[in-house]
């Protein structure tokens, strides 16, 4: 086999393994091309257990109640509805939390210090040598002055800060624990996929029955020990993040 032959061949070799890579890699812009035209197409219903890595959910759950049934009476004990407080009060009800956070605080604080100092001690006359011929020798040995010292000091600092915070949504929590006195231990968490990027909410804190309302909600500023945790993480969060060697190096270096 000549080499121009086996030359053509791994050309030949190379364009196939690059079309079918393209191929493979570009299967959403061939869904574009196909969709030209057509209004975007709705994924058929599918039983989502059945879809890899589904988890079963494991959530705290309230002991099981037997059910009872009365004779000559149409309610059994254990039922959720008629004529029963429907608010959340034991493990595994749901609540809504209205997350509602308008925080704005404004401070400005300014310090200005200055000091000066001066300190001479020397001996003008050492027993009389300015007037003693003989003694004379000791005011060229002598100095006038034996100590002399200044200091000046001056200190000046500004700082101020103007921050504003505004967070205004609404998540539903899962009563996790009920604490001896009746108060409800809750935690909801939230997140939302747009693109590349998701955003993450999570509530949690401890709630008294009586400051849920009677449509199971409550309010954020009514939650003992809150935790409220608003962010993301994906593209946009990473880029906006500094890089690990410059986080180290801003802990390491002294200046």
Same mark, same amino acid.
């Given at each position: ?49 059945? &879809? ?5 959910? &494991? ?10 049934? +009365? ?15 429907? %608010? ?14 308008? =925080? ?15 300190? +001479? ?48 949504? +609404? ?44 449509? +199971? ?9 809150? %935790? ?6 994906? &593209?946009?969060? =990473? ?6 060697? &410059? ?9």
């Amino acid at each position: 086999m000549s080499h121009k032959v086996r030359v053509v061949r791994r050309s030949l070799t190379l364009v196939v393994v690059a079309a079918l890579a393209g191929l493979s890699g570009g299967c959403a812009a061939l869904d574009r091309f196909w969709g030209v035209g057509r209004a975007p197409y709705l994924r058929a219903i599918e039983d989502p257990t059945a &879809q890899p890595g589904y988890k079963p959910v &494991q959530m705290p759950m309230p002991a099981p109640q037997p059910a009872i049934y +009365n004779p000559n009476s149409l309610w059994r004990n254990g039922s959720r509805a008629f004529f029963k407080d429907q %608010r959340a009060h034991q493990v595994g009800d749901i609540l809504t939390v209205a997350v509602k956070i308008t =925080d704005r605080a404004k401070y400005e604080n300014a310090t200005s210090r200055s000091r000066a100092g001066a300190e +001479n001690s020397g001996v003008g006359d050492f027993i009389g040598s300015k007037t003693i011929p003989a003694l004379k020798l000791a005011t060229a040995v002598l100095p006038g002055r034996i100590l002399t010292a200044d200091s000046t000091g001056s200190t000046e600092g500004k700082g101020s800060v103007d921050r504003k915070e505004e967070i205004i949504t +609404n998540v539903a929590a899962v009563v996790t624990q009920v604490l001896p006195n009746g108060n409800l231990v809750v935690e909801g968490r939230q997140e939302i996929r747009v693109n590349f990027e998701i955003r993450e909410l999570i509530v949690a804190g401890i709630v008294r029955p009586e400051d849920i309302r009677s449509d +199971n909600t409550i309010d954020s500023t009514k939650i003992a020990e809150a %935790r409220i945790a608003y962010g993301g993480r994906g &593209q946009l969060s =990473d880029v906006q993040q500094a890089r690990y060697g &410059q986080q180290l190096l801003d802990i390491a270096l002294p200046f």
